[in-house]
Structures are given as structure tokens and as C-alpha cells.
């Protein structure tokens, strides 16, 4: 069983930045394709960003140039930094595990999802 827990989130003004945290239990952290999502309130959830075992990264076409995904394998987490934030960017963001190691943006990919931590970006 892997425990995810987020922290980062908050509130910021657009054109702010923010970085989100993602902690995992686990002595195989770095196996894992770990990736973030997000949900705003009536949506779906929807894919953000996601890096593989081996560092390839993968980004929606809206977060590009503006949000960057990392890895830390000795401290075992994961992080989001979000620059130039959008009004359009406040969710619910959620990270998830993927034992398979990919960096997919299939939500069916993911084996183990944290609780989420909350980004608001006001106009």
C-alpha cells in the first residue's frame, strides 16, 4: 500500500506561483510513475502532469511553459511548480502512483491517489 499526502496549496494572485509537494510511503518510490491531477468543482478530474521512473515528463497543453514537474527519489516526492497562474488554474490538485512507472494521462493508469491539496487564484 502506498500513502500519498499533498502540501503546497493555498491561495495566490494570477501571475503568482505556487509549489506543490507530493510525499509518498514506500521504500519503491522510485519505480513509480507519479503524476497530478486536478478537479474543480462540477468538472471532471483532468490530467496535469506526469513523470516516468526514468524522468520523461508529460504535460496538458494548457500548463505548458507555465508548470514544471520533479522528482526527488531521496526524500521520496513528487512537486509541481506552478508559475503564471491563471484564474482557470483553481482545482483541487491530486497527485498518483503509478507502480508501472509510466507517465500517462489515463486515469485508470494510477494505482494510488492522495487526498488532494486545494490552489486558488484569484483575478
Known amino acids: 500500500q502506498v500513502q500519498l499526502v499533498e502540501s503546497g496549496g493555498g491561495l495566490v494572485q494570477a501571475g503568482g506561483s505556487l509549489r506543490l509537494s507530493c510525499a509518498a510511503s514506500?521504500?519503491?518510490?522510485?519505480?513509480?510513475?507519479m503524476g497530478w491531477f486536478r478537479q474543480a468543482p462540477g468538472k471532471e478530474r483532468e490530467f496535469v502532469a506526469a513523470i516516468s521512473w526514468n524522468r520523461y515528463t508529460y504535460y496538458t497543453d494548457s500548463v505548458k511553459g507555465r508548470f514544471t514537474i520533479s522528482r526527488d527519489n531521496a526524500k521520496n516526492t513528487v512537486y509541481l511548480q506552478m508559475n503564471s497562474l491563471k484564474p482557470e488554474d483553481t482545482a483541487v490538485y491530486i497527485c498518483?502512483?503509478?507502480?508501472?512507472?509510466?507517465?500517462?494521462?489515463?486515469?485508470?493508469?494510477?494505482?494510488?491517489w492522495g487526498q488532494g491539496a486545494q490552489v486558488t487564484v484569484s483575478s
Open positions: 498518483a502512483a503509478d507502480v508501472g512507472g509510466g507517465a500517462g494521462d489515463y486515469i485508470r493508469n494510477y494505482d494510488y
Open positions: 514506500g521504500r519503491t518510490f522510485s519505480r513509480y510513475g
